[in-house]
């Protein structure tokens, strides 16, 4: 079985933890904000993700991070043999779209991941005002895919960028795994 860690990064009250519910089909913790006190690891295994007719399975490892910045100490420790990062945050607050280029110095271009790695989501709470079009990044995260997620609108197409997202970091879980046997090999 192919197993891939990924982090769920960003600023607090972005909606790590809801996402992560929502990907993992998790119903733990729906309802009010409490916030994410470290880090909370969610399991999530799916069938046939990689499309191989083989039938294995793949099991990922959501690593929902708070978003408070006390826990910067445990962060080199959460990074540890990541996969890949998911970075979340809340279009609708000013201050997020500084802060994720923190998250990704920190979570992407440290370990370093390649940005094909990285994922980039603009998460679209309830009620807010969804203006899609008008999202500036700064360098490099412009660079970056970049979904917009709104799980009262379009939870099926936020399932599916997730999946997507998945099927290649699985992808690249696997070339590693393959260029590592054959090293071996040879």
């Known amino acids: 079985m192919l197993k891939a ?15 992560a519910n929502f990907v993992s089909e998790s119903i733990e913790g729906i309802g009010s904000y409490v916030p994410t006190q470290g880090v909370r690891i969610l399991e999530y295994e799916k069938p046939n993700l ?23 100490t445990c962060w080199p ?24 280029e923190m998250w990704y110095s920190c979570f992407v271009q440290q370990q370093p991941l390649l940005d094909s790695q990285c994922l ?17 990044l700064a360098h490099p995260l412009n660079k970056l895919k970049l979904i917009h997620s709104n799980l009262e609108e379009d939870p099926e197409d936020v399932r599916m960028e997730f999946m997507k997202y998945f099927r290649s970091i699985i992808n690249l879980v696997n070339e590693s795994r393959e260029k590592e046997e054959m090293s071996i090999i040879s």
């Open 50 to 72: 990689n499309g191989n007719s083989k039938g294995a399975a793949c099991r990922f490892e959501l690593w929902d991070c708070s978003g408070d910045q006390k826990f910067e």
């Open 5 to 19: 860690k990924v982090l769920l990064v960003g600023p607090r009250e972005a909606g790590k933890s809801v996402l």
């Open 77 to 100: 420790a959460l990074m540890k043999d990541s996969h890949g990062v998911i970075i979340i945050f809340n279009p609708d607050m000013p201050s997020h779209l500084k802060e994720i």
């Open 120 to 136: 980039l989501v603009a998460h679209h709470k309830p009620g807010s005002a969804e203006d899609t079009e008008n999202l500036s």
